[in-house]
């Protein structure tokens, strides 16, 4: 028998007992989880941590708002307090004032994720275990798990495959892609102007800054007119707080294969700027944060992406497999933690909007989502990951009814259209279960609006109603609130 063969057992034992004791200390504690929250612009996550939040403080109050979190269900729940804040954090989540703006007289939704954010929910409970009982009983105190919420735009992601790509790697790559279909035309004042400066012409910050702004311009069209999402870099469509450093000036140049960029040339120029944004923007990211994440929640709007048509969708597509190849999956045992570091051990992919659909419709939403990322979840479950896709609601905003059309009556969603002033009914099609053929996109799939949020209650008693709100939660953090 070989070496390996005989103390693999007890290695095997020494880290359940490593982890068990590990279990017992966080009781005692009072454990940490960092749990990220991402996905690309209007996805929906300030309106889900909100309610996320709102929940879990109202669910000493309303238990059955979240029936699907064991701890809830099981009675086991005993509360739920803000963490305060403190100097020296990531700026704090705006949690109280989009529950202001959602309980106003007119009900507004909150404004969405502009940079990295982060709140702490303490949540205070009754173990499962029978160690976990007695400890608890012991010390007189119940256990704490700290849920250490971060928000992030998903855009950021997608500059992470930049840390192995060149300035002239880069620039080849995307302007190859933006001469082709509905980048082409948004891009059109951008592409003129490349074309007109070429790499090896002296350097100018005016016309860098030209670029850049035409390029920024460029971006936010494809991504608000025409739906697409797979837009690089990340930074220039969600700066944050480096909206006015000199160094994000710099766009993608025509640079043919084998071209040396001269010094002092206008290339030159922008690949220095696209270093130093590699280094001092998306590397700092990496280390910074998120490679200290262990849960991760990556929200998707698959119903816009349909709505936008083909090749928006296709394009959201290609952006998921981007971010899902930045995570570092991993199992989340204790000896893994100290042989390889932090990693995202469990990863939920949301559709969200569920409301937007009659119920009978809300399945295959989530097995659509599950089709668009059925290769990043093999990767995923081939490291030890757990890894789920499901459809929310974070905030319900529409009721079901059902309308007669042409004989037949059928399922039909009833909302008031954000500027439409009044509630009406919404048929609102098929959502399709895998990606539609080519020659599928000739008729529209869907009728959906935006609706406008309910009016809720300020104070945290009867909460928000949702859909399956609790049972993303219980995916994320039911395991460390046992």
């Not at 309106?47 to 403080?57: G, K, P, Y």
């Not at 979190?69 to 963490?83: D, F, M, Y």
């Not at 000036?249 to 001269?262: M, S, T, V």
């Not at 659909?357 to 030890?384: G, K, Y």
Request: aromatic residues 8%; contains cysteine.
């Amino acid at each position: 028998m070989s070496d390996a063969a005989w103390y693999a057992p007890i290695v095997a034992k020494a880290s359940g007992w490593l982890s068990t004791a590990a279990d017992v200390a966080d009781l005692a504690q009072g454990a940490t989880v960092n749990l990220a929250v991402t996905g690309l612009s209007r996805s929906g996550k300030t309106v889900f941590i909100t309610s996320l939040i709102h929940n879990l403080l109202s669910a000493a109050h309303n238990q059955n708002r979240l029936p699907l979190l064991g701890v809830a269900n099981s009675g086991r729940l005993i509360g739920a307090r803000l963490e305060e804040a403190r100097a020296g954090r990531l700026p704090r989540f705006r949690y109280e004032d989009n529950i202001e703006a959602m309980a106003a007289g007119a009900p507004a939704w909150p404004q969405g994720t502009d940079d990295l954010r982060e709140i702490g929910i303490e949540v205070r409970f009754m173990p499962a275990s029978t160690p976990g009982r007695l400890l608890s009983e012991i010390s007189g105190s119940p256990a704490t798990v700290t849920i250490r919420i971060v928000d992030y735009p998903g855009e950021w992601l997608l500059d992470l495959p930049l840390l192995g790509q060149s300035f002239a790697t880069w620039s080849r790559a995307s302007l190859r892609l933006y001469r082709r279909g509905t980048r082409a035309q948004a891009g059109a004042d951008f592409l003129a102007f490349v074309a007109q400066h070429r790499h090896d012409e002296i350097m100018s910050d005016e016309t860098a800054k030209q670029a850049h702004d035409l390029y920024c311009a460029f971006l936010l069209q494809a991504r608000d007119k025409h739906g697409l999402s797979h837009l690089q870099p990340g930074r220039f469509l969600c700066p944050g707080h480096l909206a006015d450093a000199p160094f994000l000036w710099f766009a993608p140049l025509d640079i043919p294969d084998g071209a040396q960029l001269a010094p002092n040339s206008l290339g030159a120029l922008m690949a220095e700027r696209y270093e130093t944004y590699k280094r001092v923007v998306v590397e700092r990211f990496y280390n910074d944060h998120f490679r200290w994440f262990s849960r991760q929640i990556v929200l998707v709007d698959v119903l816009r992406a349909l709505l936008a048509g083909r090749e928006a969708f296709e394009d959201q597509r290609l952006a998921l497999e981007a971010i899902l190849q930045s995570f570092r999956y991993g199992s989340g045992g204790l000896l893994a933690k100290l042989l390889r570091g932090p990693h995202i051990d469990r990863v939920l992919f949301a559709a969200t909007k569920a409301d937007h659909v009659p119920d009978i419709q809300r399945d295959h939403l989530a097995e659509l989502l599950r089709n668009m990322a059925a290769f990043p979840a093999i990767e995923a479950r081939s490291s030890s990951a757990q890894f789920d896709v499901t459809s929310i609601a974070s905030v319900i905003s529409t009721a079901e009814d059902t309308q007669d059309i042409d004989g037949q009556r059928v399922p039909v969603v009833v909302g008031r259209p954000v500027g439409g002033g009044k509630q009406a009914k919404f048929f609102v099609g098929t959502v399709p279960i895998r990606p539609p053929r080519p020659d599928a996109w000739n008729s529209s799939f869907l009728n959906v609006p935006l609706f406008e949020p309910p009016v809720i209650d300020p104070a945290p008693v009867d909460g928000i109603a949702h859909i399956n709100l609790d049972q993303a939660l219980e995916f994320l953090m039911g395991d460390r609130l046992r």
